[in-house]
């Protein structure tokens, strides 16, 4: 593992309760309720999603609720872990919660997904060269629909929402749902 993926797994290992608790602060709910829009308007409506970079497991959760299935894959082990104890403290069950490098998925069996998460890995990964990867691995599932986030868009959000005001939010949330 290189110099800057170890930097990124220790500091998820770390932060793992703070990122559970991420998607509850008011500009993240957002974040959330949008993101579950977009499955729900693009995604299939059942099936095996995989939720790469799903950290904490979040997403898969409310996956799960939804009547997906879900495979979830993180480069954090801490992460990982609480993602299989929370699942089970909520009576829900993933089809598996690993361990992995979204730029090497040889882990996952090789059956394709009808959809996929990739949120969080492509702004971890560097170089060019290794977010092609991350893509290339995915792909090889053939999942049907891909929700990925490159530089997180509600980065441009949240500064100034912090900064300054939720007016800002106001004014950008209807353009960003206008665009979609
Ligand atoms: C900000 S969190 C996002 C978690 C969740 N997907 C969400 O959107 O709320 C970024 C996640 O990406 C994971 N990640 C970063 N680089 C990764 C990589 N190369 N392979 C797998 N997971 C990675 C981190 O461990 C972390 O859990």
Not at 84 to 98: S, T
Request: hydrophobic letters at 45%; charged letters at 25%.
């Amino acid at each position: 593992m290189g110099a800057m993926s170890e930097v990124v797994r220790s500091y998820y290992d770390r932060e793992v309760e703070r990122e559970w608790g991420r998607l509850d602060r008011p500009y993240r709910r957002l974040e959330l309720v949008t993101t579950l829009q977009l499955v729900s308007r693009y995604f299939p409506v059942q099936g095996h999603l995989a939720d790469i970079g799903g950290g904490p497991g979040r997403y898969t959760v409310e996956l799960l609720r939804r009547g997906f299935r879900v495979t979830l894959v993180d480069l954090s082990p801490r992460a990982v872990a609480f993602a299989q104890a929370k699942l089970a403290e909520l009576g829900l069950e993933a089809e598996a919660i690993l361990c992995a490098d979204a730029r090497d998925l040889a882990v996952l069996p090789p059956e394709a997904f009808d959809g996929a998460l990739l949120m969080g890995p492509l702004y971890h990964i560097v170089d060019e060269a290794g977010r092609a990867q991350a893509l290339a691995e995915l792909g090889r599932r053939h999942p049907e629909r891909v929700l990925a986030t490159n530089v997180e868009y509600w980065a441009a959000v949240v500064k100034p929402v912090n900064d300054e005001s939720d007016a800002f939010l106001c004014l950008v949330m209807p353009l960003r749902l206008q665009e979609e």
